[in-house]
């Protein structure tokens, strides 16, 4: 038997993912429909249509931020009137969505209105919009009545809705059961529970989510929520609870003119998931016979099972008390073997104490449990912060992953947490030193985090619970983003209302140093509802015999360290030397806004003496190194290069690149690193340096982007580096002449991830290759104008570093260069055609086609020649005239560079000459080479 597939039924623009699931066979209520719908006639349903078309709207919903269960994006979806007088829309709770929206509804005659959200129920599937109904001028409409007792096996229905992206679809189907379990359409996002749904085979698709379920009479019997792609199956939600919303909803306010109150709907749980099982299986878990009389004769007749525990949320009122498998058989006395009875008296009985009479494996118990309010476990706020969005672990994400409610959650990592490696849905566990229970805690430890700061953060994910996972979080230095904001919803607008979650001499503000390692715990005023609550997990960290906490994992990419199984003896020394900086005194570097932190050295002198001869020697250990490798070693940079989300400008095709750099420049107040254009595109990213002479990783800036050739300049703080760093690390020795020839022998060197030096002797084959780059699908960087140099060995097309002498001179970089190619497929006459694009990311390749071709990323390497960068040094060196930038709190000018605005290609001289090339300039040419330059 297949896994049929269940979905919602909003259509989402960007992309709609489907789950499977696994289907089980469950008995239907067979219950005998009223006489009269069976014999409703077309002109019955006609007038029916007419009354309900004009209703229904088609909502386009944009989620502004992810929030709970869902994600930022559009999508469209039905609703309809409910409430004329008041402007009050049904729809889904996955069409309003628990986070921040804008939406807007058409009518059957095109005209729009905004819509605003005014209620989302926490567990079941519906919610309202409110519009203005005075802002409909051109359309005759009724409200939809409500009318759940009407629905039974049996009866004629119609789907009104949205159907796949239509204006208007009516699809006819059949009720065919009233007691389906709720559909489960993914483990991550929202399910719904604690009740039954009815099915249909009505074969609704994307974008009728929301669309009434009406019968004969124009009533509105059930609400569409979701389907089963395998099948023609369609599920509706029962209105019994959706009636009772709406009665508390109509006493905010008489009409839409009057001022909308926020009103309160009470919502009861045990923090406990139910099922219905049949007689059967409740008897093998150990129902009683005589239970099992006392619950048919209690139950109308037809009742064919029971409510079982399916699971029971930790830290909620039913933890600890009820377990998976428990048979509830009375509640405050009375028989409950429906959901709908279950609800109502919880629903009824907020923060008091219900009297549970549950079968356990043939045991019968009682249980007292205190019912929880259940708005209090659903977030109505969030923190934003460089992008993430961060709030307390809702019910439904708790029941989902088995977690306490109120943990500090990702819901979206942002470009801070995302750079460090934090996914989504990660639980933040300990933070800057600090144990993490609640969201308030968070705001409090990284309000005294100063922008650049690097500290440790712990998580724990769902998919791997038992093990904390360690990463470092470099503070946003650069202000890519706003200020770190909370977000609060109002109900009575609809809208999220900003206010900053820091005062405003917070370090995080300012550009001043923090020690994070002493963070005092100071409290910041949310609101009196926001603060820790009492749902979280005790920590159960495991400390070792010093009292450090054990970190199981570290996330690193593992592909970076795939070479890291032969070690040098020389990059041994380096290891054992870091391991005497972390006993026996720390380097901490803390940096500031503008990057100029100070390298804290707690250590005595005569160690800072060891740790330099340790470090003189260790470039120079590996047995089988050349002397030019030994010498250009210490120049070498490994950089890693994050562009933010919100700054992806120019065409940048990745957001992460790896490239190796040379240091050109190294002095007390400046050191700068060259390195090519398709390591660091452009100059808003964030840049770290990785030095293969000195175990520190530091920030760059870039402060030289040449506008058509593939170098880069980045600077960096020397003083970061700390005495000892400072006096190992080196700048190369530049060699621009004689410019190389063909035949000349080089040293290509470079650096891999694990920061180990790798060359090889190569002969130059053509050291005045010209690029030739065509344009990619979309307008970004490519190098034009630029002759580059050939090698006949290489260490392949991601391999960058420098080409050097025998003595060690750096003669040319070795950089990497971008390019997209566009192969040809066939395509069989007759079939769709496949659109996919194939895009470079730091660790592969994302293929992309389009129509019947296939664009392609790739990237292959040559050698600059140091001559034009020394050039570029020169003037900043010097002081020569020139626009000034401020490089480590010192004005340096920066080159005025002149180009021509023309793309120039190679062309052989026998071409040039049908072009018109003179024969005097031939003879001057050929001497020379074969090809010139042509525009």
Sequence with gaps: MGDPVERFESEVLDSI????????????????????????????????????????????????????????????????????????????????????????????????????????????????????????????????????????VGLEIRVVGNDSGEKVSILAGTLARLDRDAPHYKKDSYNDFNTFYMQAASGTKGGSSGSPVIDWLGRAVALNAGSKTSSASAFFLPLERVVRALKFLQEGSETYVEKWKAVSIPRGTLQVTFLHKGFDETRRLGLRSETEQIVRHASPAGETGMLVVDSVVPGGPGHKHLEPGDILVRV??????????????????????????????????????????????????????????????????????????????????????????????????????????????????????????????????????????????????????????????????????????????????????????????????????????????????????????SLETNHEDPSAYASHQNVSDGLAKKRRVEECLSADGSVVTDLSLNGTGEAKLEKSSALQDDVLMDYQGATAAAANASFSERVIEPTLVMLEVHVPPSCMLDGVHSQHFFGTGVIIYHSQDMGLVAVDKNTVAISASDVMLSFAAFPVEIPGEVVFLHPVHNYALISYDPSALGPVGASVIRAAE????????????????????????????????????????????????????MEVIELDTDFGSTFSGVLTDEQGRVQAIWGSFSTQKVKRRKVKTGKRREKTNFTRTSIGYLMVKFGCSTSEDHQFVRGIPIYAISQVLDIIVSGANGPPRLINGVKKPMPLLRILEVELYPTLLSKARNFGLSDNWIQVLKAWRRELLFF
Aim: aromatic letters at 8%.
């Design 17 to 152: 993912t489907v789950i499977k699931v696994a289907s089980a066979d469950e008995l239907c209520m067979e219950i005998d429909p009223p006489l009269r719908e069976n014999v409703a006639t077309a002109e019955d349903w006609r007038k029916a249509l007419d009354k309900v078309v004009p209703a229904v709207v088609v909502l386009r919903i944009t989620g502004c931020r992810a929030f709970d269960t869902e994600s930022a994006g559009a999508s469209s979806a039905t609703g309809f009137i409910v409430d004329k007088r008041r402007g009050i829309i049904l729809t889904n709770r996955h069409v309003v969505k628990p986070g921040p929206v804008v939406a807007e509804a058409m009518f059957l005659n095109r005209e729009e209105v905004p819509v605003h959200p005014i209620y989302r129920d926490p567990v079941h599937d519906f919610g309202f919009f409110r519009y203005d109904p005075g802002a409909i001028q051109f359309l005759n409409y009724e409200e939809i009545p409500l009318a759940p007792e009407a629905a039974s």
């Design 332 to 549: 405050n006395g009375d028989v409950i073997t429906q959901f709908l009875k279950l609800e109502t008296i919880l629903d009824d009985s907020v923060n008091k104490n219900i009297e549970l009479q549950i079968e356990r494996g043939g045991t019968s118990k009682t249980l007292l449990l205190l019912v929880q309010d259940l708005h209090s476990i659903t977030p109505d706020y969030f923190l934003e912060v460089s992008g993430a969005v961060i709030h307390p672990l809702s019910y439904q994400q708790a029941r989902n992953f088995r977690f306490n409610c109120g943990l500090v959650y990702v819901t979206e990592p942002g470009y801070m947490l995302f750079r460090a490696g934090v996914p989504r849905h990660a639980i933040i566990k300990k933070f800057a030193g600090q144990e993490i229970s609640c969201l308030e805690e968070l705001i409090s430890v990284l309000s005294q985090l100063s922008r650049g700061v690097r500290v440790p953060l712990e998580y724990i994910s769902y998919m791997d619970r038992h093990r904390r996972k360690s990463v470092l979080v470099t503070v946003d230095r650069h202000e890519w983003y706003a200020p770190p904001q909370i977000y609060t919803r109002d109900d009575s607008t609809g809208l999220w209302i900003a206010k900053p979650a820091f005062q405003s001499n917070s370090l995080f503000l300012s550009s001043g140093v923090t020690d994070f390692g002493n963070l005092a715990r100071q409290p910041v005023s949310l609101t009196e509802e926001h603060a820790c609550g009492e749902n979280v997990s005790e920590d159960n960290n495991q400390e070792l015999v010093d009292g450090v906490t």
């Design 734 to 785: 530049l060699l621009p002449e004689p410019a190389l020839r063909r035949g000349d022998s080089v040293y290509l060197v470079g650096l891999s991830r694990s920061l180990q030096a790798t060359s090889r002797k190569s002969v130059v084959t053509n050291p005045c290759a010209a690029v030739n780059i065509g344009s990619a699908d979309s307008p970004r960087y490519r190098a034009t104008n």
